[in-house]
């Protein structure tokens, strides 16, 4: 059923700007979009980043894919158009995360080049960073960290495909992302140590203020 889009409602703009929240936080807030297969790396180097921005005093904060399916997307299934949803529902979230003065950190196969897009066009170019966390297809399957591949196996042979990024379903690698991990090569230290490198060089972590 069509459901009758809102109507009669208003923005509320804030009464904080966002370079406020910058001069605060020591935060130029942005979007680092991590996208890759499953079991590439996406959801360790994510905690870590976080960790290790909070560590320096840098607000951050991760929105795992699968934590979010547990609740804001319970309802989604991973058919094309629900994986297009999900990702809208993502990208929102971590505008309003950026709003905030934070730097979100999204850990999602988000497979599709036109989702990611429409993150990218969401957040804008500034705001958005897609890292791009590349392993091999049979290195993915070798840490199978969750039994997700045994599993798209054993549903293909009963003639039951669930649907899996890179066994029964497509992933389209980004072909411009910001940043390119290859995680079978680097270990989860340097590409933590990368991402932290882009956001200093583009200025989205600003060094402390002197005392005056």
């Excluded at 059923?1 to 009669?8: P, S």
């Excluded at 807030?29 to 996406?42: A, D, N, Q």
């Excluded at 290790?52 to 609740?71: E, I, K, S, T």
């Amino acid at each position: 059923m069509m459901q009758t889009k809102a109507e009669n409602i208003v923005w509320h703009a804030a009464k904080v700007t966002r370079q406020q929240r910058t001069e605060i936080f020591g935060t130029a807030p942005c979007v680092v979009w991590l996208t890759g297969l499953s079991g590439c790396g996406k959801s360790t180097i994510a905690v870590k980043l976080e960790q290790q921005l909070l560590a320096h005093g840098h607000p951050a904060y991760v929105l795992d894919g699968d934590n979010l399916r547990h609740g804001l997307n319970r309802d989604l299934s991973f058919s094309a158009a629900d994986r297009s949803e999900n990702i809208r529902r993502v990208g929102e979230v971590a505008k309003l995360l950026s709003d905030a003065g934070f730097i979100a950190i999204v850990s999602l196969i988000s497979p599709y080049k036109k989702d990611r897009g429409t993150a990218r066009q969401l957040l804008g170019p500034e705001e958005f960073i897609e890292v791009f966390v590349d392993a091999p297809l049979e290195i993915c399957r070798q840490r199978d960290p969750k039994g997700l591949y045994k599993k798209a196996d054993a549903a293909i042979a009963a003639g039951k495909p669930m649907m899996m990024t890179g066994v029964d379903a497509p992933y389209e690698p980004p072909e411009a992302p910001e940043l390119h991990l290859a995680t079978d090569r680097q270990s989860v230290e340097q590409c933590v140590q990368q991402i932290l490198d882009y956001l200093w060089q583009h200025r989205r972590l600003l060094p402390p203020k002197k005392d005056q």
